[in-house]
């Protein structure tokens, strides 16, 4: 979606750059040297129904505006445009859309095809959604194919009407089927974009690591992708109260949508005509119902649910399928997540961290973690000498720790995997610890369009390193080479980790201490 | 909406640009040379409620993110994302927000303050809606506080339940009172932005015109504003059929909306509570059915009605007010408007209008004009013989007329006024004539971030003239000097007209006779 600054003339409609699909031609953009197309039609869908191939047309079909976007619970205005730009594309759910950025549509090219999965996962979020998803330098710099693609999520995405016929029998699979037939487009075409349709990476942070953690158990996908590199995401499960299935749940949740719509078994054909907003007012107060019951805690992910068919069995409890096992993976996460200084609720004091003296540290880590506090203090500056020790307030070792129980599994079944933390502080505000997204524009190599993350001389070398990596990986399944500091793999006895910062390098093991005291004295 | 490469780092939270109003202080971002401050809430409202002022506040408030926008009837993907890209904010009734692009913040600057009124007019659009009118590069450019707002529209605008008792009198003035409440908040804070809150321009295309020209009937918008240029709009009255006034058919359709909610003069408040897509589906059924009444052709504009009071009659039917005689203005539009070839309904033949042959063209104004067409062909070549004469077929000579009728009318009160007429073809799908707004990124001097419009060495030094003519109109009250070609004030007798295209240059009385041709051709 940049509209940044051209500095040569764009190739405009009469002799734009024409892609030849199997079903037709379509006419994108030439933006400098890349091809851009915006908006791809990849399925066609019927509410609630499971999405179908598009058909073949005539003359061309423009690709130059980004497609609608799944529509939304609520779309409230984040007070982070400095450190994460939005952007928000009219929303409906005729939204199954790709976007593609490329430096050549020669079908002799066969360049490594890096696939976006968008966070926000089963609920909320698009393929645009944030500045820094743009594809366009991030194929610029690694001369690869880029897609990103809207999918339906929440209510349109899963709602489990399978007790009302087998006309809704896959109901709580369109979000899952709209994702299947995106790859299986990106398949079938991706090689008219210069792609290789045998060397897909799929890479995606938070909900985004979720949707490729499912990906990765849904046997139908296999051969669809061939490597991945997941930031931030899928190390919890949805939880189930006692006494429950998943399932049922699921289903409970549709027959009370259901039933606030005034709707029976004889009547239900008539879901698929209630404005949008009727549906999810219906679905959002079902929940409530459903939280009455459950819990308040009580949260739906509106993900699919694991049948032994579709989707074999989930990740955390059952490990990853054997037949992924010679994907290889770079799984990593950043340093602050959502227990950054960014975020308003966890501000301590005055809120500037780097003005604290060592007395005010002292005092909120005792606040915080009581006498131990002493221990986890000197533990952290042995661990991060070059960060100032307040940051230890806004470590998130839950979320590393989930990631490298990922990591463990991957190397239970025998797959080749990376990590990575990625520990850039952000001038904003003083001094803030990076948060979640924040190493988003670093991998597309979008850096120089985040207000809050743009330091020049530092972020840009940084994003140089990071966006290699994903590149080295997309290439040939391993992070390493050019301006990679060298990245040992995983071992089962050893946790090699890359520091990505304003100095990479790999570490070995070094927290694992610092993460147990921090575990200890949350108990 | 610009997140283009950043050259420099932006001024970041902790050290951000205060800017200190009479309520409190405001923090934006500095961007290079640019103070940028996105979303200033500047009133509040309730629905169907005229606007209050916002009370005071402590700390400072962030203003970073653009401001809600009021909810449209409908948001279409537009075919046009490279000829004029969207930005699609989030939408809320709670959207009165405006933004400044500065290049001070010291209240001794004095710099000119140009206030951009959207386009969409009383029924849609935003301060952000297109890329173009991203105020940073205009206000760089031309030294100049640039501010644009959003307000109220539609049904929330303008709806008239005045019959249902006197809380709701003036609720038919709600997008007007938005914009008063706007243009006092501009005259009392914008001199601690470094604008002059005594030289403020009013500037504006098509929608934005109408708001333009009901501002001047508006005595308490009188001394808000200094100067005002508008763009291809407001020579139109809403069309009102036989037998009826303006009043009562606002009223009328007000009344069939509060019946299609089921309400009535005693439980009217309820209104207030509606969600607004059951509110704005009761007003499109209540459209449908005065359109039944009224004939098929009719359309509603949601404008306020002139009430001798608030609105001090048209300026179509009355005339400017005296009291606006001081205001010098700049009034113009562009060769094809709604007419150009861009849009798909004008195609003819290939639609390639470069590629026809004198024949071909011939024909098509043949079947277009009769035989009145060789005469029609001939007057064109004289009048603009650097073009293809195929774009006669394209040319909007109503629009123009249309705009010379406003010139008189600023003539009859005395007033200073430019005439101009925007005439660059762009390259896009093999020659587009110039379409409505595409003269809008070149008062803002955003050319380059246009793809359709950007011609490296041509664009770029339109853009140059047409900004400074539009920046010395805001400093002045003359749009001569620096780069400008000599431009003639209108006089009674004598048209002149500044063209601008690749070459730029005023003419005198050039396009009379053609347009009496088409005007007679058509009838």
């Not at 619970?73 to 450190?83: E, H, K, L, S």
């Not at 299935?245 to 698929?272: C, F, N």
């Not at 661990?383 to 307030?393: E, H, I």
């Not at 890359?498 to 610092?514: G, P, Q, S, T, W």
Request: hydrophobic residues 35%; aromatic residues 12%; contains cysteine.
């Amino acid at each position: 979606m940049f509209c940044d600054k051209l500095t040569e003339k764009a190739i405009v409609l009469s002799d734009n750059p024409l892609a030849k699909t199997k079903n037709g031609n379509i006419a994108g953009i030439k933006k400098s040297s890349t091809y851009i197309f915006r908006g791809i039609k990849y399925a066609n869908a019927e509410r609630f129904h499971m999405p179908s191939k598009v058909g073949p047309w005539e003359n061309s079909k423009p690709a130059v505006s980004y497609g609608y976007v799944c529509p939304e619970r609520t779309t409230p205005i984040g007070y982070d445009a400095q450190v994460c730009p939005h952007y928000y594309m009219p929303q409906d759910e005729n939204c199954q859309y790709l976007n593609i950025w490329t430096q050549s549509l020669d079908r002799n090219e066969k360049k490594p095809v890096m696939v976006w999965m968008h966070g926000g996962g089963w609920n909320s979020g698009s393929s645009v959604e944030q500045y820094a998803y743009d594809g366009e330098e991030l194929s610029k710099f690694g001369n690869v194919v880029v897609v990103s693609f809207n999918h339906r999520h929440n209510v349109l995405g899963s709602l489990d009407l399978s007790e009302y016929g087998e006309e809704y029998a896959k109901s709580s699979y369109c979000a899952m089927g709209d994702i299947i037939e995106c790859l299986k487009w990106i398949k079938e075409n991706i090689s008219c974009f210069g792609g290789n349709p045998e060397n897909v990476m799929l890479f995606g942070q938070s909900g985004g690591v979720a949707k490729i953690l499912y990906t990765m158990q849904c046997p139908e996908c296999d051969g669809l992708y061939h490597k991945v590199a997941i930031d931030s995401g899928g190390i919890k499960e949805q939880i189930i109260p006692e006494g429950y299935t998943k399932k049922q749940i699921a289903q409970k949740l549709a027959r009370l949508t259901v039933e606030k719509l005034g709707l029976s078994k004889q009547t239900i054909k008539k879901i698929e005509e209630f404005p949008y907003w009727d549906l999810v007012e219906a679905a959002n107060q079902a929940e409530e119902k459903l939280k009455e019951e459950l819990g308040r805690d009580f949260s739906w992910r509106w993900e699919p649910i694991e049948d032994g068919e579709l989707i074999i069995g989930s990740t955390l409890k059952n490990g990853f399928r054997k037949e992924t096992s010679k994907i290889p993976m770079i799984i990593g996460n950043v340093f602050g997540e959502a227990n950054s200084n960014l975020i308003p609720n966890n501000k301590l004091g005055d809120g500037y961290k780097n003005h604290w003296s060592d007395l005010q540290i002292q005092t909120f880590c005792k606040e915080k973690w009581g006498n131990e506090y002493e221990t986890i203090l000197e533990e952290f500056k042995k661990v991060y000498p070059d960060n100032n020790p307040a940051d230890v307030l806004f470590m998130d070792y839950k979320e590393r720790d989930g990631q490298l129980n990922l990591v463990k599994k991957r190397l239970e079944i025998g797959g080749d995997v990376w990590n990575w933390l990625f520990k850039k502080e952000s001038d904003f505000n003083g001094g803030t610890v990076a948060w979640h997204c924040s190493e988003i524009p670093f991998v597309f190599h979008n850096v120089s369009f985040i207000e809050a993350s743009f330091e020049p001389g530092i972020s840009d070398q940084l994003e140089d390193i990071m966006c290699q990596a994903w590149v080295n990986m997309a290439y040939s399944g391993n992070p390493n080479g050019g301006c990679v500091p060298e990245w040992n793999k995983m071992q089962k006895d050893n946790i090699y980790t890359m520091i990505f910062d304003e100095k990479c390098k790999v570490e070995k093991n070094h927290d694992i201490k610092l993460r147990e005291l921090l575990k200890k004295a949350d108990k």
